[in-house]
């Protein structure tokens, strides 16, 4: 039998069959045409290899890739279902997203889209409470959703940790957070911070009259994290934070498939190293889609005006990667976070309009926990209101206080 060689997998009359999984890259071939590395792509990331063995069969050959389109650098391939374990991501990534981007032949490859069938949809749990589930939680119909996060990243007693809890929610925000680096570290044990800030949320609610919400973070070894996340479920918190790029898919999607009831609040942190240079790696929009499928309920995606290096185009295809219609899946919570502060509240809302996490770590800590989260929680009022922030300010002392402290940030 012939040996199938690069061009072999480059049928551009090819129509992609509705069970094909579909992968959009970016290339910039080396020392080949274009055409020869598409096909090279596509034979190394289905059926082929770099010489010829005795080992193929003729019936192997109906699981190879096929390139469909090329169009400049950016091709299409299509690939058979049968290729991927259903309800595996790592398999899926590991053919998709793995050896193809040490290629000799290629200079900067790039994963900007990919689209799956329902046949391998079907075969993930996806968000378990969604948009939906989310503001049925809290009790929120409309507005965004105010969130803050415990500053300094780390360092903070426990005792200390739950007081600025306290105070964020007191002053108007609804949810609280810890940061992405914040585990179980000497000074702040995972199990009595659960303990003492949860103590904190019901005094809150009580003064408030309002549902606040409290997100700790899991994140660690998967043993260690699925004990975590059931201590979690045990006291009666309903959310967790997971760092989704350095636990993992396979711990995401284990953590996902124990089906706790807890919301799931995914973290990005270390996406830059793959998502950030245009020409090479994966793109945000394609973390976004893994995690929805998965099944995150919300998730990081950039905030536009804040100090994220993503432009606007790229973070409202990160929401559409989350809300537009996929297979039975919820709609997954786009959260917003990083560098913002209240002068940005306007524009948020013109950005991702009213289903959307706001969250504020220095811009409500820099004026005292209690002052900056009544400010943000006063700004959002106003935006809501069509009422411009400087003239809502002169009621408002700590809006006034705010805007005055960030006007030339």
């Not at 997100?215 to 934070?241: P, S």
């Not at 504020?360 to 922030?389: C, F, S, W, Y």
Request: net charge positive.
């Amino acid at each position: 039998m012939r040996k199938m060689k690069n061009l072999d997998y480059v049928e551009l009359n090819y129509t992609p069959d509705k069970n094909d999984l579909i992968c959009e890259f970016y290339v910039e071939p080396v020392h080949m045409s274009l055409k020869e590395a598409a096909g090279e792509i596509a034979a190394e990331s289905s059926i082929g290899t770099w010489i010829e063995t005795k080992t193929t069969k003729q019936y192997v050959k109906r699981l190879a890739a096929k390139v469909f389109e090329i169009n400049g650098n950016n091709i299409k391939i299509a690939y058979p279902a049968e290729l991927f374990e259903p309800g595996n991501m790592p398999n899926l990534l590991s053919s998709v997203a793995g050896n193809v981007f040490g290629l000799k032949g290629v200079k900067n490859l790039r994963l900007n889209d990919i689209h799956f069938p329902e046949r391998l949809l079907k075969s993930f749990k996806g968000p378990k409470y969604g948009i939906d589930g989310i503001r049925k939680l809290l009790k929120i119909s409309q507005r965004p959703l105010l969130g803050t996060i415990i500053k300094p990243k780390l360092g903070l007693r426990t005792e200390d940790h739950a007081k600025v809890a306290y105070e964020a929610w007191i002053g108007g925000v609804d949810i609280v957070k810890d940061d992405e680096n914040l585990s179980s570290q000497a000074f702040n044990k995972f199990e009595k911070r659960l303990e003492k800030t949860l103590k904190m949320k019901k005094l809150a609610e009580k003064e408030t009259g309002e549902k606040k919400v409290y997100i700790i973070n899991v994140t660690a070894e998967t043993e260690e994290m699925l004990r975590r996340a059931k201590m979690v479920e045990t006291y009666g918190n309903e959310y967790i934070m997971v760092d989704i790029i350095t636990v993992g898919w396979s711990s995401l999607q284990t953590l996902r498939n124990k089906n706790f009831n807890l919301v799931l609040h995914a973290h990005r942190a270390g996406h830059g190293a793959i998502t950030r240079n245009p020409k090479h790696g994966i793109a945000m929009k394609v973390i976004a889609k893994l995690a929805r499928i998965i099944g995150v309920d919300q998730l990081h995606i950039g905030t536009v005006v804040g100090k994220m290096f993503e432009t606007k185009k790229e973070v409202l295809e990160n929401c559409i990667a989350l809300k537009e219609k996929m297979w039975k899946f919820k709609q997954v919570m786009p959260v917003a976070s990083g560098g913002l502060h209240v002068l940005h509240i306007p524009e948020l809302l013109k950005i991702f309009g009213c289903d959307v996490v706001i969250q504020m770590g220095g811009g409500i800590h820099a004026l005292g926990t209690k002052t900056g989260a009544k400010a943000v929680r006063d700004a959002l009022e106003a935006t809501l209101q069509n009422i411009p922030l400087d003239e809502y300010a002169q009621t408002h002392p700590e809006l006034k206080k705010a805007l005055e402290k960030f006007k030339f940030s």
